[in-house]
């Protein structure tokens, strides 16, 4: 038991874990009702569900930014904008120009899901062309989408916000009829599954972080470090072109001005919170998504505990700052300085 | 070589998706055009030099069309449909055909492009200047400048807090909104005699002046009938936000509200969602009250199909009252400093036929609330 204890210590995923435990820790002494998970309607209903629901989009977005930033030691800021234009992107394909609420759609749902997806996907190659071709800085590449992506989605949908009133475009947000398990949560698992057997199926994986530790090493080695960087700037543009669908389907419109806002800095966010360095080179995939989850585990804890509004952001800011604090090597190094130092004085007292 | 190409290929691109943004709004980057001239001129002659300089280009303006009344309008942004909704309204009312030439400047909520495009205003002797202020200060050298060039500023919407320089304003009153929304539900619980009123309130963006305003008006009826207000959370008047605090309220507050008050329609639509998923009954039918503001198109159709019980309009259609005051002013006529916009009340049902309260400035006041029909809702915004 002892050395199975051990082990889990040694693992990567340990601390971050911890935290999401500690979160939710927070709710037990609170409200033990926030565990409970029952059914209503015939879909699954409960504060946990809830977590995992609306903690999709940053995961999705996480598995993207995590190789973005494995492999390029910079992150994508784009990516909230990037899911605002795969949304108007798709509504429009759905609704047609200028149309700001339609009842039935004038293309099938999935086309419309595809093309937003591939708007993503092109926003990724763009940012990949820029940051492995061009070598401009990820931060700078990547600022540039992430002003202009908005603005776009605005003109895709005529500066208005499109609705589409169509019960089957909103099964991707919500739930597939006679599915109790919100569908978010479903392409999810659905993306997580996909980015694993890329990563270890091929030996992408590999190179990613070969190229994250030092892409001229790995050139000399025959690696292609800019296809490299390229794909991994392309995977975290489609990943959020399907978070953008996902939020679009949720609230079925394209609101270009509000969906994916201040997204980029929640995935960045759990990148760091599931223990990866944003200094690049290994990762650790596992500890993105628990982040993620943490984050929308913060989210849904303050408003279940009623912060005021105004006090919310101070809150979840301790919150990040503590768990930040205690993943941080130097914290760490002082424990087990502290831990050692225990042990010394004991054994010299015995 | 290939390097080369994708510079120039995404070096195209740029132009040709400024180009496109530039088609929608021509007079926008000509007039910003002119005013970088204007500057240019500014910064070698003198102030005296300028404005005889100005004077004289306005005597040429004026025997080239002396008919039409030139007016400039300085716009926030676009940022939500109710902008649009004012910007058409100002555009329509101020039409060549009712005897106006308006130059519209879209500031795209950059205050600084909204400063240098009032002074352009002024440079280019406009007759009168309309002002949505992006910020509430800052303006008293501007406005002072208009002033020295004897041209009316009408400030619509956004107030201008530290200066009195502009001739007239024209707005609402969000406190107003607030205030006769508490007044309607007083009534409306009379009527259905319900005694405990349990209020959920999913607040608009914290700090803005639609928030404030509503808020404070409704707490005041709050504080005065002794109501239970259960919490108040931000949806940030997105329709996910307010989807999100509801679905946390339904879990916290399980069977033990009978009131929701959503500070705009898009965060009623995403509480309707959330209260929907959670199997809470809602609207005219329905345990909830459900109370919204801003009443717009889709809004409207909500209370129509009775989801929203009563919705309370924040008037986005300056244009006819700005048009109205620019003529009086022309005609030599003095006009009233602070104009408050006639602002409809929307309900689902005539339980409540009319409001009675006291309103921000101190009046009595008793304002009808207008039963949603689909004629109501096809002129809505």
Partial sequence: MKNVWNNFKKNPLFLPIICMILVLLINLFKDPGFFSIGVKNGVLYGRLVDVLNRGSEIAILAIGQTLVVAVSAGTDISVGSVMALAACGGCVVLTGYGNTSVTSVIAPIGLGIFVGIIYGGICGCINGAMVAKLKVQPMVATLILYTAARAVGLLLCNNQISYIRYEPYKYLGNFFPGCPIPTPILVTILMIVLAQLILKKTSLGLYVQSVGINSRASKICGIDSEKICFICYVICGLCAGVAGMIASSRIYSADSNNIGLNYEMDSILAVALGGNSLAGGKFNMAGSIIGAYTIQAITTTLLAMGVSTDQAPVVKAIIVVAIVTIQAPVFRSWLEKRRTEKKLAKEAVV | MKRKLLAIGLGALMAISMAACGSGSSATSTAASSAATADDTGSVVTDTDAQSLAQSIKEDAGTNDGSLITVGFSQVGHESDWRTASTNSVKEAFSKDNGFDLQFVDCDNNSETQLQSVRNFIQQQVDYIIIDPIVSTGWDTVLTEAQDADIPVIVIDRTIDDSDKYTAWIGTDTKNEGLAAGAWLKDYAKAKGISDLNILVISGTTGSSA???????????????????????????????????????????????????????????????????????????????????????????????????????????????????????????????????????????????????????????????????????????
């Fill in chain 2, 211 to 381: 928030q404030i305003g509503r808020t404070e008006g409704f707490d005041q009826y709050v504080k005065s009938e002794g109501w239970n207000k259960l919490d108040e959370q931000t949806g940030d008047f997105t329709q996910d936000g307010g989807q999100q605090v509801m679905e946390s309220y339904c879990k916290s507050y399980a069977g033990k509200f009978n009131v929701v008050v959503c500070q705009n329609d898009n965060e009623a639509f995403g509480a309707i969602d959330a209260m929907k998923a959670a199997g809470v009954s809602y609207g005219a039918d329905g345990d909830v009250i459900v109370i919204s503001f801003d009443a717009c198109k889709a809004g409207l159709q909500m209370v129509l199909d009775g989801d929203i019980n009563a919705d309370f309009q924040c008037n986005p259609l300056q244009g006819p009252d700005c048009a109205k005051i620019v003529k009086a002013l022309d005609a030599g006529q003095d006009v009233e400093k602070e104009t408050f916009m006639a602002e409809p009340w929307y309900a689902h049902d005539d339980t409540v036929k009319s409001v009675s309260y006291t309103n921000n400035a101190g009046k009595d006041v008793t304002e009808d609330m207008i039963v949603v029909t689909q004629d109501i809702v096809d002129a809505g915004y």
